[in-house]
């Protein structure tokens, strides 16, 4: 309820908001003006929000941008989240964190006093004071509006500044949709040269204001003082208009207020152009603009006396409003520029609008007006006869009695409506009852004929729609199958692809011959099928042609291979077998095959059998005599046949030769010893001095072997049973045989033993050669130098367990201890240098100062070379070093390691072989000694029966053997 | 007692070391009063056995030293100990605070000390880090030695000989040649310290001087036990049976040859120790005195 109510033009808003302000009131002052309605809520005495009656995001926008709160990104969000929340924009930007509730309540405050400064424009107006009702509205409550906390005499003081201003500015800027020009040549005002800036010929005063970063106020201020100086004046008419042209297609929204404001400055001269300008602008905004346009557009033609025009618009009107009155109205007045079969519509519209508005003075007026268009029309006497009966016009009887003539025979339902008015009217007027009944009668009858043809109807349509339906199933089904037919003719490119959819299409064409798929599945199928046709006939032509190419090119290849056989027919006749097999092995098997069977089985290949060594007797599987190795077989080139190859002193072999063989078949015999010892212990170590072999095995025995009758001739217990075999060192045909527990002997050039040296404190664990006497190592680390006497020369002490030794070409005596280290002596048994530590565990050292590791690297002056790992003890010839791997033997020459690969690996150290045969002596785990050249070729094998310890070369150019079991023998080089 | 032991602390306290050092680094100290950081390896009686640090140390009776528990290691405590005639007594003990803190405060003052000290600041926090995290914490210790690189592989050496981090620092780095500077060992493809590649090769260092394991137990024993080896060899045997006084010749008819032999000369005898593949043979003149499984 109101406590305080009365016009502004009595009780000003500074008079007001002191009152509520003193007070220290609560509550809410309403003020309105033309349906403008502002509401300002007071909390005891303090502004606390201003609920403006226009739009007010649009000011806090600028607010928020002129604040440089937010930037135009975060308001376009917060705009969509508006759009689907409904929440205020301030909300929306506090939710999404843009703002803080300071910022927001500060921009808040700057709307607010904004707004209230605007009110003190107000001249009139209504005001109304709610007390303690703060929330003005319910929906202020949902949205959770912001409180701020204005002071409404600081409004109240800067508000009558502003309005005094407002008064003189709007002097010069009357309308902010005005444009405003800068004045050619005028001075650019130094000052407020963001405004300036902004004056581009093209923005109104009210986008001014909207981009500017001052307030409204202020801005109006600085362009007021602008037109003052002369640096700024208002825009013509016609630029205005050119502007709101330039608009229209890019920016309609913002070239509607232009032709707004130049159709409110036009007044008495505005014409029809403009007005259509603006409505086909307004088209694309407000369509209710765009009606109020054309409206005031036909109504300044229909005074101007041009209806046809006039009525161009109205019809516009009718369709943009259907039903408005006034368009209506408008149209009929302008009748005559109607055509006829619009009038009607016209005429009905406007008549139902006027029944719907009780209007029926108006109707009756229209009603009469339309009597030379309708007279013929009972409906129209009906209507008439009706709305003058409500008039209480006596006309009603006779225009209800002309309704009944004119309808009682096609129309008798209107003819008895208007009986009944009539009879209402004036019961002496009604019809007669015979009539009466006739009429209703003849009403019966043609509505139980409508009501058949109705029936009619439905059943037709309910046919036509079942009929449809299935029409568009048997549709919906063939085009799937027209889809598949189509999928499958692109699926492939094959003849089989298309032959399927060639089916596919056919199959839609007879399934549903009368649907439109079934119509394009005969187009598609023939289509396809003369495709098939044409591509047919291509390939079959390019098969033609492809086989009397092939046909042509093999005649001519048979000629050229008859050629080849012919000419190492005649090469083989000449002796030369090897050229003959070299010509018949140009020919590849497709050319053989192309010869007849009868042919190729007549074709002999040549193959030479050949043995190592040579000189072998070969035999038919027979055992019919062939020859001598090497020998030629001819044969055909998929017959096989077995030969033995046979030899004395070897292993008899047998080998399978065919035509399709290699040119030449080697057999590699395998052949025995030359003879065979067997000592009856196991052999470890052997060395060979002069024309004795010196073996030692875990028995503890020393044996001397003659070579020459391959027989031992002496022997001696010099270790332990069971021990590792004393080690053997040769040098100038002695050899040392150090036991491992007890006293070390000689074995002299004539096969002698001899005590040498002391008896061990510890086990020995190695020994070499130094001079002319000999170095021992033992477990605690003691090296001693002995002379060849075997007086002891010098002691060493290692400190760690000695593991090898050697004595190198420059005479320093290399000592390798368990711990890793090399300690270097000289020939006195000094230390040379200080010990070195080795990187791994030393498996040799060459006389050259190479070292050779457990892992295969090989180690001199610091530098390291990677090398495959040794399985066997190493041989030293000259400069070359050779030792066994996994896969074969190793030759370490300088820095050169060269690899070589064996079909066993070896069980001991190769040997080389004399410069007669060349290549190596391997002696494999298999048993078996093979001598391999440098390039894999074996050219010798024999058969040993076990592992070989150690290989020797005799004396008489023998290869000495000591095989692990105990056995020894010797092998010829050279085989006789 | 109490009060006694207060007032020597507080007559001390003038004399003591402000900081909390590490157990290794006693020895660079001459304070009367230190506080450690250290882990009891052991404890006998009233006296324990600090983590790196190689005296005895006397435990104060008021002092209740923390237990080990059910923890896999023994905690890492923090110490006072005084310095007494008869050497160092604890005074107080409570448990240390977390590791990454010991780890960050010692990590903090290795900058600032000389070379010895801060390498045993290292090997404390290298001993004493969770294993886990030891190779990484190594690594991490490259920049204090960047000068002294070889130092920084002995502590690796130290605490993670053949240990993967290892081998691969020093690869990638190339140090090879300085680890073997080190002392570090090279061997199937990993890096050892030389006490542990000592124990791979079944070496056994004694008084400077390196022997094979095995026949440094067979010296002692022949120093310890020559007369029962004797008394054993001269038993009856069974023959076709080896036991203790069968001779060599039958050992070797029945079992082979033994696959490694070792033997010593004590007071005029021969002893020998035959490896076969589960049993160990040890022969005194010729006759077996025992026989024992191999050991794995």
Known sequence: ?976 | MISNALLTLSILIGTSSNETVTADEVRYFDTNLIQIQARIEDRIGNSIQLGGFSERVAVSPEVKIPRRGTRERAPLVNLSMLRQPSGWEIVDAKISTSWDQTLSSHFERLSSKPTAQRYSICQFLLRESPTGSRGQLWRTLTTQWITDPIRWLQLGGDHLSSEEILTREIERKNLQALAMKAGLYFHQDRWFSRDQFFLVKKLAEIDGHVLDLDRARLKKLGENDLNRMLIQSKKNNVPGEIQAGTSRKTLLSLWGDPSQVTWVRWQNHMIEQWDYVTQVVRIIDGRICTITPKAE
């Not at chain 1, 042919?599 to 043995?611: G, K």
């Not at chain 1, 565990?841 to 530098?863: C, E, M, V, Y």
């Not at chain 1, 894999?936 to 023998?958: C, K, Y």
Request: hydrophobic share 35%; with cysteine.
């Open chain 1, 1 to 976: 309820m109101s406590s305080l109510k009365g016009h502004l033009e009595h009780f000003g808003l500074q008079e007001l908001l002191q009152t509520l302000s003193h007070g220290a009131r609560t509550g809410t002052l309403q003020i309105e003006r033309d349906h403008e309605k502002v509401a300002i809520v007071f909390e005891t005495g303090h502004i606390t929000f201003v609920r403006p009656g226009t739009a007010s995001q649009i000011r806090l926008r600028s607010i928020l941008l002129r604040c440089d709160m937010v930037s135009e990104q975060d308001l376009l969000q917060a705009r969509d989240d508006q759009k689907q929340t409904g929440m205020l924009l301030g909300r929306a930007l506090l939710e999404r964190g843009v703002v803080d509730d300071q910022q927001l309540a500060q921009a808040l405050r700057l709307k607010a006093e904004e707004e209230l400064f605007d009110l003190f424009l107000w001249e009139h107006g209504t005001f109304e004071f709610f007390p303690d009702q703060i929330d003005s509205t319910a929906e202020d409550q949902v949205n959770k509006i912001t409180r701020i906390q204005v002071d409404p005499m600081s409004v109240i003081i800067e508000g009558l500044r502003q309005a005094d201003e407002w008064k003189i500015i709007r002097d010069r800027i009357s309308d902010l949709r005005w444009i405003l020009i800068p004045v050619p040549d005028a001075p650019i005002p130094a000052e407020s040269h963001s405004i300036w800036k902004m004056i581009d010929g093209q923005r109104s005063i009210e986008d001014i204001l909207k981009s500017s970063t001052v307030t409204r106020f202020d801005t109006c201020s600085i362009l007021y003082r602008f037109i003052e100086e002369g640096s700024l004046r208002e825009a013509t008419a016609g630029e205005m208009l050119q502007v709101a042209r330039g608009f229209v297609s890019k920016s309609p929204a913002t070239a509607l207020p232009l032709y707004q404001a130049l159709i409110d400055r036009a007044g008495e001269s505005l014409g029809h152009e403009l007005l259509d300008e603006a409505a086909d602008c307004a088209a694309a905004i407000d369509p209710d603009v765009q009606s109020q346009m054309i409206r005031r557009s036909a109504e300044i033609l229909k005074n101007r006396g041009d209806e046809f025009e006039s009525w161009n618009r109205l019809q516009r009107l009718l369709v943009l409003c259907p039903g408005n009155m006034e368009d209506l109205k408008s149209s009929w007045i302008l009748r005559k520029q109607i055509p006829a079969r619009r009038i009607d519509s016209i005429l009905d519209e406007l008549v139902k609008s006027l029944r719907r508005a009780g209007d029926h003075r108006q109707l009756l007026t229209v009603l009469r007006e339309a009597e030379t268009v309708r007279a013929g029309d009972a409906n129209y006497w009906l209507l008439r006869g009706e709305v003058l009966h409500r008039c209480k016009d006596p006309e009603a009887g006779s225009c209800l009695s002309r309704a009944i003539q004119l309808s009682k025979n096609n129309q008798p339902e209107i003819a008895l409506r208007a009986e009944k008015i009539l009879r209402n009217l004036d019961p002496e007027l009604a019809l007669d009852e015979n009539l009466v009944e006739k009429l209703r009668k003849r009403r019966d009858i043609l509505d139980s004929s409508r009501k058949l043809k109705k029936k009619a109807a439905m059943a037709s349509l309910v046919l036509a729609s079942i009929f449809l339906i299935l029409h568009l199933s048997s549709e919906w089904r063939a085009q799937g199958l027209l889809a598949a037919a189509k999928k499958i003719e692109t699926s492939g490119l094959e003849l089989s692809s298309l032959l399927s959819a060639v089916e596919a299409y056919e199959r839609v064409a007879t399934e549903h011959p009368w649907t439109f798929a079934g119509s394009s599945g005969t187009t598609e199928g023939i289509r396809l099928r003369r495709q098939i046709d044409n591509r047919r006939e291509s390939e079959q032509f390019a098969l033609e042609t492809n086989l009397n190419k092939q046909r042509s090119e093999r005649i001519q290849k048979l000629v050229e291979v008859r050629s080849v056989i012919s000419k190492a027919k005649s090469q083989r006749k000449a002796g030369d077998a090897t050229t003959a097999r070299a010509t018949l092995d140009s020919l590849s098997d497709e050319d053989l095959k192309m010869l007849p069977e009868i042919e190729l089985n007549s074709l002999l290949f040549p193959v030479v059998i050949t043995s190592k060594p040579a000189g072998a007797r070969i035999y038919r599987s027979d055992r019919s005599f062939l020859g001598k190795s090497p020998v030629v077989v001819d044969l055909r080139h998929d017959e096989v046949r077995q030969y033995t190859v046979e030899r004395s002193g070897c292993r008899t072999s047998k080998v399978s030769v065919s035509g399709s063989s290699n040119a030449v078949v080697n057999v590699s015999l395998v052949r025995g010893p030359l003879r065979t010892y067997s000592l009856p212990n196991p052999v470890n170590h052997s060395a060979l001095t002069g024309k004795f072999l010196v073996t030692t095995g875990r028995d503890g025995t020393v044996r001397i072997i003659d070579t020459a009758e391959l027989h031992p001739i002496r022997q001696q217990q010099v270790g332990v049973e069971g021990h590792p075999a004393p080690l053997l060192v040769e040098k100038s045909n002695r050899v040392l045989v150090v036991p491992f527990a007890g006293r070390p002997v000689i074995v002299e050039e004539n096969g002698s033993i001899q005590t040498f040296g002391p008896t061990a404190t510890a086990p020995w664990s190695t020994a070499c050669h130094l001079q002319r006497g000999w170095v021992l190592g033992d477990v605690e680390g003691n090296v001693i130098h002995l002379n060849s006497n075997g007086s002891l020369v010098w002691e060493y002490q290692c400190k760690s367990p000695i593991t090898l030794m050697a004595s190198l070409k420059n005479k320093e005596l290399w000592v390798i201890d368990k711990s890793r280290y090399l300690h270097r002596l000289d020939s006195d048994g000094n230390q040379v240098g200080p010990k070195t530590m080795l990187a791994g565990d030393a498996a040799q050292i060459f006389p050259d100062g190479r070292i050779l590791f457990q892992n295969g690297f090989t180690w001199k002056s610091n530098q390291s070379t990677p090398g495959p790992k040794p399985v066997t003890g190493s041989r030293n010839e000259g400069n070359r070093n050779f030792y066994g791997t996994e896969r074969g033997w190793v030759v370490l020459e300088s820095n050169r390691i060269k690899k070589y690969t064996t079909s066993s690996p070896p069980s001991c150290a190769p040997l080389q072989a004399s410069e007669k045969t060349g290549g190596i002596w391997v002696a494999g785990i298999d048993g078996i000694l093979r001598l391999q050249q440098a390039n894999g070729e074996i050219d010798s094998e024999v058969e040993l029966g076990s592992p070989a310890v150690n290989l020797h070369r005799s004396s008489n150019g023998q290869i000495l053997v000591t095989l692990s079991d105990g056995r020894l023998c010797d092998v010829e080089e050279l085989q006789r």
